[in-house]
C-alpha cells in the first residue's frame, strides 16, 4: 500500500490536548498536519516538546534539514502542561557538582545551566513569542528556621558564580509572598515565568520559519539503520531517512529503543489555579510577580499568571487524575497559605508526566553511531530543556564547542516494573521526612 492509499484509509489518531489552563489561553496552535509522504532529511527529531523543538530550530538555523515527529500535537506532554517556571538550576547545587565531577566537567555545565533562563529569554525576544514572559525571580521558601542557613549557602554558591541572588528572612518573605508561613529564603533573580504551551507553539513557529518541517499525529513506531542512515517507520505509513536521530520524548518515552524508557521514573505532577484574583489581599500575594517552590523533599510550587490567576502545583498520586479529589492536596495547601483570601474557586485542574531520573540529573545518550537522546529534566524542563537542545543541535552540526552535559550509557533502574512502588514509597518516605523537618 503507498502512503497516500494510507493516507486515504487510515487517517492519523490524535489525542487531543488534555484540558487546562494553558489549552484554554495559548495562542492557536500553528499547522502541523501528519506526514503521510516518505522523506529524506538530515536531522529526525522524535517528540515535539522543548527539548526536541529547541533542537530542530537551533539545527536548522545552521542549514540542515530537519524533520521533527510528534505523536499528538507539539506541547501535548509536560511542555504544554507544566507549571511554567523558568528556573535556571538542577537539583544539585553548585559544589555538590564540583564534588560529583570534578571542577573541570562541573564548572562549564554549572555555567551552561545558568545561562539557560538567559536562553529562554532571548528566544522569546528573537522570535516574538507571545507567552506572557515575566522575569521577577524565583522563591525558594523554608518552613523550618532550621533550613534557612543551608538555604543561604546554596545561594551564596550560586552568587560566587555570578548568579543575582538575594538571601530572605521572615519578614522579607512575608513582604513578597503575602504569608507568615515561611521562615526564610532566598531569590534567585536569573528566573522567571512563561505561558508554557504558548512558548512551546512559539518554537514551532520559529522552527518552522528557520525550514524545519514540524508534523503532529505521527508516532515513530520503528528504528532501524539502513547503512549508515537510519529509517524511521511511522503509524501514518510515511517513512524517513535521516542521517541522524534525536529522541526527545522525556516522561512520555516508550519502547522505541530498547531500555530507554527503564532509565527514568514517570511521576505525575498536579497542578490547580483558582479564579483571578481580585482586591488588595490578592495584591499582597507574591508582589513583584515571582515564582515559589518550597524546600521540602515533596516541594510545592506556586505563582500568579498573567491574569492574576493562583496557580499551585506538587506531586500526585502514580496514576492519572480520576477527579477533583485528587487535587485536594494541593487546595488545602493554597488555602492554608493564604488564608486571606477565604475560599477560594479552583477554575482549571490538570496533570501531566515528568521523567526523574536516579542521580537527578538530566541524561544524554548515544548508545549508537547518528543516535542521541535526552531525557529527564527532574522538573526542571523549560530552561533545561532549551538549553539541551541548543547544545544537541551544536553537537550534531559538528560546531566544535565542548558538550556541557555528561554523556552516559543507557543504563535501566534495576526492578523497573515496580516504579509505581518506588514511586509511592518514595512519596511516603519523604512526606515523613518532612513532617520530621
Not at 39 to 46: H, R
Not at 79 to 95: A, E, F, M, Y
Not at 216 to 229: D, I, M, Q, Y
Not at 260 to 265: D, E, G, K, N
Request: charged letters at 15%; glycine letters at 12%.
Amino acid at each position: 500500500m503507498s502512503s497516500s492509499q494510507f493516507a486515504a484509509n487510515r487517517p492519523a489518531p490524535v489525542m487531543p490536548l488534555p484540558p487546562s489552563l494553558w489549552a484554554a489561553t495559548a495562542p492557536p496552535a500553528p499547522p502541523t498536519p501528519a506526514l503521510y509522504e516518505s522523506l529524506t532529511t538530515d536531522v529526525l527529531v522524535i517528540g515535539g516538546g522543548f527539548t526536541g523543538l529547541s533542537t530542530a530550530l537551533h539545527l536548522a538555523e545552521t542549514g540542515a534539514r530537519v524533520c521533527v515527529l510528534e505523536a499528538s500535537e507539539p506541547g501535548w506532554g509536560a511542555s504544554g502542561r507544566n507549571g511554567g517556571q523558568v528556573n535556571p538550576t538542577l537539583k544539585h547545587d553548585p559544589d555538590e557538582l564540583v564534588r560529583l565531577f570534578g571542577a573541570a566537567r562541573a564548572e562549564p555545565l554549572i555555567d551552561t545551566v545558568s545561562r539557560s533562563a538567559d536562553l529562554v529569554f532571548d528566544l522569546i525576544a528573537r522570535h516574538g513569542i507571545d507567552c506572557q514572559p515575566l522575569r521577577s525571580g524565583w522563591l525558594q521558601l523554608s518552613y523550618s528556621p532550621a533550613a534557612v542557613p543551608a538555604m543561604h549557602a546554596r545561594a551564596e554558591q550560586w552568587a560566587r558564580r555570578g548568579a543575582p541572588v538575594e538571601l530572605l528572612d521572615h519578614a522579607a518573605v512575608a513582604r513578597r509572598v503575602g504569608t507568615q508561613a515561611f521562615a526564610g529564603g532566598w531569590l534567585d533573580g536569573r528566573a522567571g515565568a512563561i505561558q508554557p504551551l504558548a512558548y512551546t507553539r512559539g518554537l514551532v513557529r520559529a522552527a518552522q520559519r528557520a525550514g524545519a518541517a514540524v508534523h503532529g499525529g505521527t508516532a515513530v513506531t520503528a528504528l532501524e539503520r539502513h547503512g549508515s542512515h537510519w529509517v524511521a517507520a511511522t503509524d501514518t505509513g510515511a517513512r524517513v531517512t535521516a542521517g541522524q536521530v534525536v529522541i526527545a520524548t522525556n516522561g512520555y518515552t516508550g519502547p522505541l529503543w530498547p531500555g530507554l524508557a527503564q532509565t527514568v521514573l514517570s511521576a505525575n505532577s498536579f497542578i490547580v489555579a483558582t479564579q483571578p484574583l481580585r482586591g488588595s489581599d490578592a495584591q499582597g500575594i507574591l508582589t513583584q510577580g515571582e515564582t515559589a517552590s518550597t524546600s521540602q523533599r515533596l516541594l510545592l510550587y506556586f505563582r500568579k499568571d498573567a491574569h492574576g490567576r493562583l496557580l499551585m502545583g506538587g506531586r500526585g498520586f502514580f496514576a492519572d487524575p480520576r477527579g477533583p479529589q485528587d487535587f485536594a492536596h494541593l487546595e488545602r495547601s493554597l488555602e492554608l497559605l493564604f488564608p486571606q483570601l477565604g475560599p477560594l474557586t479552583y477554575e482549571y485542574r490538570w496533570a501531566g508526566r515528568i521523567a526523574i531520573t536516579r542521580d537527578f540529573m538530566p541524561h544524554v545518550h548515544e548508545p549508537a553511531p547518528g543516535i542521541v537522546m535526552a531525557l529527564g529534566c527532574n522538573g526542571r524542563g523549560i530552561a533545561l530543556c532549551t538549553s539541551l537542545g541548543k547544545h544537541i543541535a551544536a553537537r550534531l552540526a559538528g560546531k566544535g564547542e565542548d558538550f556541557p552535559y555528561p554523556v552516559t550509557p543507557v543504563t535501566r533502574i534495576p526492578l523497573h516494573g515496580l516504579q509505581r512502588f518506588y514511586i509511592a514509597a518514595g512519596v511516603a518516605w519523604y512526606s515523613l521526612l518532612d513532617k520530621l523537618g
